[in-house]
């Protein structure tokens, strides 16, 4: 049963930051019914998806405006181990700078979302440190 409930906050996790709300309700409504939807559950979802996509955006512009110095000042040529290694600090820096402003919590800390941002943090974490790690070892 455990491993069903954390398979399900996993695409739980996919479907608030990569689908439309109300995608993300009706499996949360599903899943979990005795989750009840109030307004302070909508504002913390529209709170999550908003810093999740700007702390992308200012990354993604960030790590752009560095690869670019690089290129045109220093002429740097870029193998695919480069663009994974840019893959595995776009990840990483997205979860940590994103874990700031991601971070919900109420007294128990056991709503379905407070599970959701951890494990999307944790994710996005072993995720970046192992495209890191492979790509050290070529």
């Not at 663009?83 to 940590?96: D, K, N």
Request: hydrophobic share 55%; with cysteine.
């Amino acid at each position: 049963m455990k491993k069903r409930e954390s398979l399900r906050i996993f695409i739980l996790g996919v479907l608030l930051y990569f689908s439309p709300k109300f995608v993300f309700f009706t499996f949360s409504a599903k899943w979990f019914p005795d989750l009840q939807i109030p307004d302070g559950i909508i504002e913390q979802v529209n709170i999550m998806r908003h810093n999740f996509w700007k702390t992308c955006i200012f990354v993604f512009f960030f790590i752009a405006l560095i690869l670019a110095i690089q290129n045109f000042f220093f002429n740097a040529n870029f193998t695919t181990k480069h663009w994974l290694q840019v893959a595995g600090v776009f990840i990483a820096l997205t979860a940590a700078l994103g874990r700031g402003g991601w971070s919900i919590q109420t007294a128990a800390g056991d709503t379905p979302l407070e599970r959701i941002d951890r494990g999307m943090f944790v994710i996005s974490e072993f995720g970046a440190t192992g495209i890191l790690l492979f790509v050290l070892m070529f």
